[in-house]
């Protein structure tokens, strides 16, 4: 087996397995561990996509100590020189998208439509953060003594420490890591496990666009060996993860202990609710893709739908008779439209809520069955699947599932909408199809979550806008936009006398 080197970047495309080492102070290193663990194709489990490291504790201290020495000299290079660096990474991600492309449709299975897109994000997330660094704005105001100056100015906060998920492997870390970067921070991520290639592909144009060794370093591996101790580490001043809420516990809880900034994205469970007047055909297109987009497996997949009683037979009656249409397969082909679940144990996930499902009482009128027949023999597989007459308090319209299972639940009007999509423990998306303008901006005020659209699904997030939920769905952070430049700076307050004298603030007044 070869291994990979950063100056030979063509043979990451080779379809024979690759050893990946761990990227720490601009070198390739093998774990201290020894031990290494296999990167699979959940389409095609005979495809090994790589081999990557089984890190630990140890390999974290060396890309702490790597990142430690680099901020020493990135936090004086000049913001605009920084974001040039990522403005150069993002043109070299558009030369490379469709093999960047390729390769994660092969580590996590998304369709090649949607692995295009998140490459794209990182495009656009590059983009967006290159023309961050010529703002960085903090505020001048005037100070309330004379001959004094105010102004407050943004700083790096030191060492950012990164856990992302596996299903958006490439514009997850870059949400992550093009903000730090740019803000001056230097960075440790730990990939998630089923999916390292995807980052360390980014991380690979970032250093081919001229990254200085050090600022970002890759260390691959599992939770509890690499991201606990990461988030451990006293080095580190910042943590973000993005994953489930019961990891985000895991984490807040270790942050909370050394007082580190924390950023924590995680979990949904997010309704689209349809209205009698709404444009029924737009909303079965974006229930369809809403839901089954990922294979159910975005944090704002479109899990819920809650349905006016006025529509709700057609509505039903016609989602299902698409769903059942939808081809399921292995996402390089170009027709098929959903892919497989990430691994065993998110379809075994699935499977458990179906059985979960029908025993509440739910009536499953569309899937429920794993696919593992013929072409599906050596994948993840199951079938587009809808539950209807769906109670809200019901645990398959509570609890996130992670995978291409809807709920569909009949709702009287729009209060009573807005009271089942607000009813659980997420705030991620939500949407609302409707033709009265009265209505959507009724639901925009009242619908308690981070993201609504009004007549589109609830995914599609932009990077230049705040994306991130409200309630289990996080800490009150945000990424995307310029919540990611707050996140990844800290305030300075400076002032500057130039009085000559003692001036007390709040004291010197002659009133
Ligand atoms: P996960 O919580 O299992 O894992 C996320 C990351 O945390 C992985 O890198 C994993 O290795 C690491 N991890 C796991 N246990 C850990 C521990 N004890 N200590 C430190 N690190 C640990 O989530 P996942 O299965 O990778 O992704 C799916 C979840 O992510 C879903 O809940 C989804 O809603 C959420 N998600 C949220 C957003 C968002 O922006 N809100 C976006 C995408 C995914």
Redesign the pocket.
Same mark, same amino acid.
């Given at each position: 087996m070869a291994t990979d080197t950063l100056a030979t970047p063509a043979t990451l495309s080779d379809s024979q397995a690759k050893v990946f080492k761990n990227f720490i102070d601009g070198e390739w290193v093998e774990s201290s561990s020894g031990e290494t663990f296999e990167n699979r194709n959940p389409a095609d489990t005979r495809d090994l996509v790589g081999i990557f490291q089984k890190s630990n504790r140890d390999d974290v201290n060396a890309a702490v100590d790597a990142a430690k020495r680099a901020f020493a000299k990135w936090r004086l290079v000049p913001a605009p020189r920084r974001a040039e660096i990522v403005f150069r990474a993002a043109e070299i991600l558009i030369e490379r998208k469709e093999q960047y492309a390729r390769e994660m449709t092969r580590e996590m299975g998304k369709v090649l439509a949607e692995t295009r897109g998140d490459v794209q994000e990182a495009i656009d997330a590059g983009y967006y953060n290159a023309g961050e660094g010529r703002r960085l704005f903090g505020p001048t105001v005037p100070s309330e003594m004379p001959n004094k100056f105010a102004m407050a100015v943004r700083q790096p906060i030191g060492i950012c420490g990164m856990?992302?998920?596996?299903? =958006?492997p490439m514009a &997850?870390s870059s949400w992550k890591l093009l903000p730090a970067v740019v803000c001056g921070n230097t960075c440790v991520i730990?990939? $998630?496990?089923?999916t390292p290639l995807s980052t360390f592909n980014l991380v690979r144009a970032l250093y081919d666009a001229g990254l200085p060794k050090g600022v970002i370093n890759v260390v691959a591996g =599992?939770? *509890?060996m690499v991201?606990?101790p990461l $988030?451990e580490h006293p080095d580190v001043r910042a943590v973000s !993860?993005? +994953?489930? *809420?019961?990891?985000g516990r &895991?984490?807040g809880g270790i942050a909370a202990k050394s007082f580190k900034h924390c950023s924590l994205? !995680?979990?949904?469970k997010n309704p689209m609710i349809v209205l009698d007047d709404a444009n029924l055909d737009l909303a079965i297109e974006g229930g369809l893709w809403g839901a089954f987009g990922t294979t159910g497996q975005?944090?704002t997949a479109t899990s819920r739908m809650i349905v006016q009683k006025g529509v709700y037979r057609e509505f039903v009656d016609r989602l299902v008779e698409r769903a059942k249409k939808l081809k399921v397969g292995n996402g390089l082909d170009e027709t098929v439209q959903m892919g497989p679940a990430i691994n065993e144990k998110q379809l075994q996930t699935d499977l458990s809520y179906v059985e979960i499902g029908k025993n509440e009482g739910a009536k499953l009128v569309c899937g429920g069955n794993r696919l593992d027949q013929g072409e599906y023999a050596r994948g993840w597989f199951m079938e587009p699947t809808v539950f209807i007459d769906v109670d809200p308090k019901m645990r398959i319209a509570q609890e996130?599932i =992670?995978g291409p299972v809807v709920s569909i639940i009949p709702c009287d009007d729009l209060e009573n909408a807005i009271e089942i999509a607000n009813g659980i423990e997420y705030g !991620?998306s939500s949407a609302l199809y409707t033709k009265d303008v009265n209505k959507a901006f009724s639901a925009i005020r009242d619908l308690y979550a981070g993201i609504t659209y009004i007549n589109a699904p609830t995914i599609g997030a932009e990077v230049h806008l705040p =994306? +991130?939920?409200t309630k289990a769905? +996080?800490n009150g952070h945000r990424?995307g936009g310029i919540g990611a430049i707050d996140f990844y700076t800290e305030w300075k307050s400076v002032y500057v006398d130039f009085s000559d004298k003692l001036q007390k603030a709040q004291i010197d007044r002659e009133d």
């Open positions: 856990i992302t998920p596996w299903n =958006f &997850i730990k990939p $998630a496990q089923d =599992f939770g *509890s991201g606990t $988030a !993860l993005t +994953g489930s *809420s019961e990891v &895991i984490i994205e !995680l979990g949904g975005r944090c996130e =992670f !991620l =994306f +991130g939920g769905t +996080g990424e």
